[in-house]
Antibody, heavy 120, light 110 residues
Framework: EVQLVESGGGLVKPGGSLRLSCAGSGFTFVNTWMSWVRQAPGKGLEWVGR??????????DYAAPVKGRFTISRDDLKSTLYLQMNSLKPEDTGMYYC???????????WGQGILVIVSS | EIVLTQSPDTLSLSPGERATLSCRASRSFVSDYLAWYQQKPGQAPRLLIYGASNRATGVSDRFSGSGFGTYFTLTISGVEPEDFAVYYC???????????FGQGTKLDIK
């Protein structure tokens, strides 16, 4: 069974940083593309960014609102995905989900989500 | 960038009724890359339909998807109490990365 478990969320001041983790199990993590998706309170879903698998060299892509501030990385030995968030803004507040991102497929599997609150 | 607009914003139905949710795209795209998700309060989204009309593993046959071009629908043949949730459509594609969601339709109990 595929499992994705996020951690690392919390309260941070505007301009601060936070690193989220997503531990994967039940599938071959090393070559699986992964994405982060977020959801502001009471709002819809917004794609944040993705990282390709090791066989492609692990390049990343980002949505415009986070480009230059957020960085996605992965540790395949630990089957863990990361989201480093810098220069955080109040509008970054929300639930952050990691999801499997197979080419040509939608997001088949999601983590339970982790809450990030950016507030002074 | 393709914009997806879902309608209605809220759909109020009684259990047993048929639900029809719509998703309209700002321009046409290959229907292979249209998905529907269900999200219940406090939970992550759950994939229901991919490729516009294919049910994901374990999804009840009450759910069906159709459409092509710019207009897609999700139909629930007879709404069950556990179906009351928010539903999102998504256009997805790998290159260039395309992961656009509609704003959601809330299905609630009448």
């Amino acid at each position: 069974e595929v499992q994705l478990v996020e951690s690392g969320g919390g309260l941070v001041k505007p301009g601060g940083s936070l690193r989220l983790s997503c531990a994967g199990s039940g599938f071959t993590f090393v070559n699986t593309w992964m994405s982060w998706v977020r959801q502001a309170p009471g709002k819809g879903l917004e794609w944040v960014g993705r990282i390709k698998g090791r066989s492609e060299g692990g390049p990343t892509d980002y949505a415009a609102p986070v480009k230059g501030r957020f960085t996605i990385s992965r540790d395949d030995l630990k089957s863990t995905l990361y989201l480093q968030m810098n220069s955080l803004k109040p509008e970054d507040t929300g639930m952050y989900y990691c999801a499997t991102d197979i080419p040509g497929r939608p997001f088949d599997h999601w983590g339970q989500g982790i809450l990030v609150i950016v507030s002074s | 960038e393709i914009v997806l607009t879902q309608s209605p914003d809220t759909l109020s139905l009684s259990p047993g009724e048929r639900a029809t949710l719509s998703c309209r795209a700002s321009r046409s795209f290959v229907s292979d890359y249209l998905a529907w998700y269900q999200q219940k309060p406090g939970q992550a989204p759950r994939l229901l339909i991919y490729g516009a009309s294919n049910r994901a593993t374990g999804v009840s046959d009450r759910f069906s998807g159709s459409g092509f071009g710019t207009y897609f629908t999700l139909t629930i043949s007879g709404v069950e109490p556990e179906d009351f949730a928010v539903y999102y459509c998504q256009h997805y594609g790998s290159s260039p990365p395309t992961y656009t969601f509609g704003q959601g339709t809330k299905l609630d109990i009448k």
